[in-house]
């Protein structure tokens, strides 16, 4: 009798135990854990699992008060304190301590633009106790909070100072921060599989609405496993079976397959959609040739380009696009002309910079759908109006590597390769990461553009929404002559998950907040 009731028991408790998991698809396998070193999305997906920062962004990209009580601004603007909440801890059992965030800003303000920005107007930042960090900044600089609370580029990641020590070129040797959940390295295989581990002691705000990476972040569920699954076909199985819960982005072949019944549901995870680029080498090559570039440019068409990455359906995509997210305040129509889709028009434009035929090598990663699909119309157009293109397929965690190289192509360098960006990341200016001129000390691609940097300084000193936007006009038609990379379209950003799933917040993928039925 009571093996019996044993066996009946066994069941249930094995299903009360998987209500407690739940497993993900991530887009990419995860090949930086570090939130200081790779801009790539699946480094900041794993971030905001693992570690909290000041600020959390709202539904509308406004910046709230995370692991913050409050904050006040003195002397005009130019004096910022920032009080933590009490009782919070990082993994390792230590409280976060002011000093702790000092050094983590400092990290991260050494990698990310808006981060170097906000040190270039600070005199001083300090922790004068446990509780409060100080700004003393060279002039008002209203754009803190937003800084220090983007989901855009680098996350500013908090850290136990003995970490945040660590050269901002160097990886961390320890993944150890705040957030709701705890990183679990001796579960990760490489290419298959990565595990996290609700933090028990994570101290959630006790006020607000759960938005985007705002509010409560209340974790239900006591573990988060990430299954990397490159193939589509067998990702839509697993989610139609119920081996795995979540697919952060399905590809479109297999969108008709997820909607059928009542199991699965399709939804917009993202409003602001992907905003698609091709990334280019402005150190060698062709590419280094602007003119060249904007000849490129002329050869593709947003259209075919958003079609393959989408398909038919013109609600999940958009051409005509140029540097800033459609439908935000600072997108605008300066040098749209010059998306002409024409490569018989671009062989003439390729002609007249001097072209002869030296080869392009672009960059494929072969486990990311999209990109993959929108690479090889890129290298067809390219192919049309005349260029020697050398199409190399790579996983992308290869290819982020690979990006970084700034050698020539024979010594292991690159021309160009396609990125997705969250349209949140192109909405202004302030946060845009490849919108620069800045030259080897920005991001790949390198483009060096004083006449960019200017009318970019000219947007962040600008007084009011109608000054910017003028300013924004000027950085866009300086874009469409320089081309640090080359705009190619929209799309919806869609996920698929199991319909006993609720709680999923839009924006960024995050794990609070979801629960089982």
Same mark, same amino acid.
């Given at each position: ?244 819960? &979540? ?264 794990? &609070? ?5």
């Amino acid at each position: 009798m009571a093996l019996g009731a044993a066996a009946l028991a066994a069941p249930r408790l094995a299903s009360a135990q998987a209500s407690r998991v739940l497993r993900f698809i991530p887009h990419a396998d995860l090949a930086v854990t570090d939130p200081t070193l790779s801009a790539a999305y699946v480094t900041r997906n794993h971030a905001y699992l693992v570690y909290d920062t000041l600020f959390g962004q709202d539904a509308a990209l406004n910046p709230q008060p995370q692991m913050l009580e409050g904050f006040s601004t003195e002397e005009d603007g130019r004096r910022w304190t920032l009080t933590l909440r009490g009782g919070l801890l990082f993994h390792d059992g230590t409280k976060v301590l002011a000093r702790d965030c000092v050094a983590s800003i400092r990290r991260w303000a050494a990698r990310d633009d808006m981060g170097r920005a906000l040190m270039a107007v600070t005199d001083e930042l300090s922790a004068p106790d446990d509780r409060r960090i100080v700004f003393r900044l060279k002039r008002a600089y209203p754009l803190l909070p937003f800084a220090l609370g983007k989901t855009s580029g680098l996350a500013c990641a908090m850290m136990p100072e003995r970490l945040a020590q660590t050269p901002p070129d160097q990886a961390l040797k320890e993944i150890i921060g705040s957030g709701p959940f705890r990183f679990l390295p001796e579960e990760r295989v490489a290419g298959d599989r990565l595990a996290y581990a609700r933090f028990e002691a994570y101290r959630p705000r006790e006020s607000g609405t759960a938005e985007g990476t705002a509010g409560p972040k209340i974790a239900h569920f006591d573990r988060i496993e990430w299954k990397v699954i490159a193939d589509a076909a067998t990702a839509a199985a697993a989610l139609r079976t119920g081996e795995v819960d &979540w697919w952060e982005l399905p590809s479109n072949d297999m969108l008709p397959l997820l909607r059928r019944g009542t199991a699965l549901k399709v939804a917009v995870l993202d409003a602001t959609g992907y905003m698609g680029a091709l990334r280019v080498n402005h150190l060698h090559g062709p590419t280094a040739n602007p003119a060249i570039r904007r000849a490129m440019l002329a050869a593709i068409s947003q259209r075919d380009v958003v079609m393959a990455m989408a398909g038919t359906d013109s609600a999940l995509w958009r051409d005509g696009v140029g540097f800033f997210c459609p439908g935000t305040a600072m997108a605008n129509d300066e040098g749209l002309s010059a998306l002409q889709g024409d490569p018989a028009a671009a062989r003439n434009m390729l002609e007249a910079a001097g072209y002869r035929g030296e080869t392009l090598l672009l960059m494929s990663p072969g486990d990311l759908q999209l990109n993959n699909a929108a690479t090889t119309v890129i290298g067809d157009a390219l192919r049309r109006a005349g260029m020697a293109v050398d199409e190399v397929t790579m996983d992308w965690g290869t290819m982020l590597q690979r990006r970084n190289k700034r050698e020539p192509i024979a010594q292991g360098g690159w021309n160009a390769y396609v990125a997705l960006n969250t349209g949140a990341d192109l909405a202004s200016p302030a946060v845009h990461p490849t919108l620069r001129g800045d030259g080897k000390s920005g991001l790949y691609g390198w483009c060096e553009s004083p006449a960019l940097e200017t009318a970019r300084d000219a947007w962040l000193a600008a007084p009011d929404l109608a000054a910017q936007q003028t300013a924004a006009r000027r950085i866009q038609a300086q874009a469409f002559a320089d081309l640090p990379y080359l705009p190619i379209g929209q799309i919806a950003q869609l996920t698929a998950h199991r319909a006993d799933l609720s709680g999923m917040l839009q924006g960024v993928p995050v794990f &609070w907040n979801l629960k089982r039925g």
